[in-house]
Nanobody, 121 residues
Framework: QVHLVESGGGLVQPGGSLRLSCAAS????????MGWYRQAPGKQRELVAT???????NYAYSMKDRVTISRDNAKSTVYLQMNSLKPEDTAVYYC???????????????WGQGTQVTVSS
């Protein structure tokens, strides 16, 4: 099993910044892509950004100028730096990783429990 634990969410004023972190742990054999998704109340979960193990990143068009995804492979951790936050960025942010455990070596998608980001004055 692979476990993902997010941190760094909270309440921030419009125009502010937050840095989310997500650490993978467990019986990890390999981690391929990692990423962040978000889900606002009453809406479907949507992509924010992804990054491959080689460092190639992909961003949702609506956020690409305000967020930066990065990862530390040695720490099995992915980060999301968010700047110029807007009230419409309020959502639960979920970490995702396509990882293989050392029990079966089959890559599957894992999700974290989510961290709340609220942008409000």
């Amino acid at each position: 099993q692979v476990h993902l634990v997010e941190s760094g969410g909270g309440l921030v004023q419009p125009g502010g910044s937050l840095r989310l972190s997500c650490a993978a742990s467990g019986n990890i054999f390999s981690i391929n892509a990692m990423g962040w998704y978000r889900q606002a109340p009453g809406k479907q979960r949507e992509l924010v950004a992804t990054i491959t193990s080689g460092g190639t990143s992909n961003y949702a068009y609506s956020m690409k100028d305000r967020v930066t995804i990065s990862r530390d492979n040695a720490k099995s951790t992915v980060y999301l730096q968010m700047n110029s936050l807007k009230p419409e960025d309020t959502a639960v942010y979920y970490c995702n990783a396509k990882a293989a455990s050392d029990s079966d070596y089959v890559p599957i998608n894992y999700w974290g429990q989510g961290t709340q980001v609220t942008v409000s004055s």
